[in-house]
């Protein structure tokens, strides 16, 4: 195994289980409507506004939370990576020569998030292992978030693998 | 949909492509600013054909064209994949999906598909499951 890989592995079993929480603020129609509208979901867009307009609940797309990478304000341009990821969108690798691609993902739905929800996202890496691959070896990340509203109530849990490779 | 979904059935395909004004908007929608899936220069230098349709939009393809064979009355309980080659804008896909399991559960049904992303040389962009249900009284997603 490469040194490189080796930190990126010590790293990653040194976070294992620490769970980190993030707030996501109150999410809101607008948010919602922006992200219909980057799928062409032009139902989604009239059928929220409508409920808006009467006064009802709006929930959000299904996936929203999901899809949604960071809830950050930033960071500001030079402070990303080079391949344009932010810091905390690349755990266990910060400085090191690495490339990553995500690997899947499972997304459990509980309770559909309505606007107005102030919600928190807890998120943790829960595995990291050496693979051997066709073209050489790799990190295996293993990292869980969980979504949840201002009640407690678990709104979504997403269990995503990351792989993390060598160079450039 | 037509009729009680049965382990076997095959959805109807469907296909498409994602425009990298797409893949622009998805990205600034879900703050994600990898440089590959709206960089064309930058995802020729990793070796990709042009910019990449990003993992959680071929999870947002996967579950909503299930929502839509499904019909009325049907929400997504869980979608679950694995990216096993990388897509690109401009290229032409085809979403499929087969029953893989349909049981009663708390008063109405859950069904299981199994669910793939497909290029046009037949090769499988992702892969994966989506579990939807439908309950009595409920009449929309």
Redesign the interface.
Known sequence: MSAVLDEVLARARGLVGEWESEDCGVLAVK?FC??A?????VGYLRRARAQEAAGDEVAAP??FL???????DGPVEHE?RP????VRESPCTEGLPV?Q?????????RQAPVAGTRVTAARAVTSADLRQGRTGDFVLLGVTTRFTAQDGAELMAMDETIVVLEGP | MSGAPAAGQVCPSRSYTHSPVQLFRFSAVSWNSHRIHYDAGYAASEGFPGVVVQSTLHGETLSRRALDWAGPGAALESVSWRNRATAVAGEPLTWTGTVRAAEPCDGGTRVTLDVAVVKGDGVPCVTGLVELSWRAGRTSP
Do not use: E, F, I, P
């Open positions: 948010d922006r992200y509208a980057a799928l062409n979901d299904a996936l999901a899809g949604t990478m960071s809830w950050q990303l391949d344009g990821l932010a490339r691609v995500h690997g899947g993902q499972t997304v459990r739905l």
